[in-house]
């Protein structure tokens, strides 16, 4: 079954820009699903950050939107996401997930990856 | 685009069933019949228990179930078991074609 993997930096210096890539394994990222970024605050709860369709469409969270791109790489079977100016209130547990066309739930997640926005 | 609305803590006792309210608005859970909840052990990524309102994935024990009414939906667990201590999440599309979380509800099973 489809598995999904962070990967980036864990710390990242203020006003620098968050890079995070999820990989994908056990299934393509050009079916037909929406590849989504969910993060956590420490000892808080989930905020959506957005989505990506193979095809380039994008859906952000209107909060983010000036900060945040996504992109996907065909060739390496992952998607990413960008996260610019970012602040310590950007500390958070990063998620990927995957979503099915057509619908508006998660059910395929990885496992988070922690960064921390410190100087 | 606000957070929709969970009570920050339920508890029962093992063998009863709870219920956790997510309140939203016209925009978002009354809006559209895309509500689904999510359970999260610390340290761990949350789990998808419940989608459309009321439908479980594959897997998920029939404890589990979803219903709404109006701007507000709802998770029951019947037959509580320890392992069900958990947090507990639930998000719906909006219409501005995003997703919103609750606050997230902490289940003790007392």
């Known amino acids: 079954q489809v598995q999904l993997q962070e990967s980036g930096p864990g710390l990242v210096k203020p006003s620098e820009t968050l890079s995070l890539t999820c990989a994908v394994s056990?299934?393509?990222?050009?079916?037909?699903?929406?590849w989504s970024w969910v993060r956590q605050p420490p000892g808080k709860g989930l905020e959506w950050i957005g989505e990506i369709y193979p095809s380039g469409n994008t859906n952000y969270k209107p909060s983010l939107k000036s900060r945040v791109s996504m992109s996907v790489d065909r060739s390496k079977n992952q998607f990413s996401l960008k996260l610019t100016s970012v602040t310590a209130a950007d500390t958070a547990v990063y998620y990927c997930?995957?979503?099915?066309?057509?619908?508006?739930?998660?059910?395929?997640w990885g496992k988070g990856t922690t960064v921390t926005v410190s100087s | 685009q606000s957070a929709l609305t969970q009570p920050a803590s339920v508890s029962g006792s093992p063998g009863q069933s709870i219920t956790i309210f997510c309140t939203g608005t016209?925009?978002?859970?009354?809006?559209?019949?895309?509500v689904s909840w999510y359970l999260q052990h610390p340290d761990k990524a949350p789990k998808l228990m419940i989608y459309d309102v009321t439908n479980r994935p594959s897997g998920v024990s029939n404890r589990f179930s979803g219903s709404k009414s109006g701007n507000t939906a709802s998770l029951t667990i019947s037959g509580l078991q320890a392992e069900d201590e958990a947090n507990y999440y639930c998000?719906?599309?909006?219409?501005?074609?995003?997703?919103?979380f609750g606050g997230g509800t902490k289940l003790s099973v007392l």
């Open positions: 016209s925009s978002d859970v009354g809006g559209y019949n895309y």
């Open positions: 056990g299934g393509s990222i050009n079916s037909s699903n929406w």
């Open positions: 997930a995957r979503a099915s066309v057509g619908s508006f739930y998660m059910d395929v």
């Open positions: 998000s719906s599309y909006t219409s501005s074609g995003t997703l919103v």
